[in-house]
């Protein structure tokens, strides 16, 4: 099995689930027990600033520096926070996923959002998507979504509405030309 750890799914347009329809998610872990990834396209509406004043880890620098909403990251666990940044090893709870990006589940990251001593760039995220053994496997035979390696501008440069459309483009081809019907010789 080879590993999409560092990838981005891109959910094919045939893909008429009501969470996951035209999403792209980008997998954090992928290995012989399952998947984790954190959608990187769904805002909840509400901004990282509001989220910090509900956690009571505002001041008056990252109230007025911050401009970014918060994510759904997935169905599972969306009582948890995710923050998906740039490289910077300083905090408690972080786990180096490429030589481009960090997951870190500690508030320390969240308390220095709008300092200087923040991530260069970050997602922050509620919830994730989670894939039980070789069952990320099996959507990818069935043609549920596509894969291409995590692209950084996408990420943290592109609107979030226009991100699958931006994945879709990097393919290369027309996706709505593709058959949602797997085939096997």
């Known amino acids: 099995m ?4 560092n990838h981005l799914l891109i959910a094919m347009p045939s893909l008429k689930d009501t969470f996951f329809e035209r999403s792209v998610i980008y997998l954090c872990e992928h290995n012989e027990q399952g998947a984790m990834g954190l959608m990187i396209n769904r805002p909840i509406g509400v901004d990282v600033n509001e989220l910090l004043r509900q956690m009571e880890l505002d001041d008056f620098h990252t109230i007025e520096s911050i401009n970014s909403k918060v ?3 997935g169905p599972v666990g969306q009582e948890k926070g995710f923050v998906l940044h740039t490289p910077q090893p300083q905090w408690s709870n972080s786990q180096q996923i490429s030589d ?3 997951l870190t589940t500690s508030r320390d990251v969240l308390t220095s959002l709008g300092s200087k001593e923040a991530p260069e760039q970050f997602i922050v995220a509620l ?4 894939w039980g053994r070789h069952q990320l496997e099996q959507e990818l035979a069935d043609n549920t979504w596509l894969s291409i390696p995590a692209n950084i501008d996408l990420m943290f440069n592109t609107d979030h509405e226009s991100r699958w459309q931006k994945a879709t483009e990097s393919l290369g081809f027309d996706i ?3 058959s949602s019907q797997a085939g096997h010789a």
């Not at 919830?127 to 989670?130: D, E, I, L, T, W």
């Open 2 to 5: 080879d590993s999409l750890q």
């Open 176 to 178: 709505w030309q593709l």
């Open 100 to 102: 481009d990006l960090m």
């Open 127 to 130: 919830g994730y998507a989670g």
């Open 71 to 73: 994510l759904v990251g």
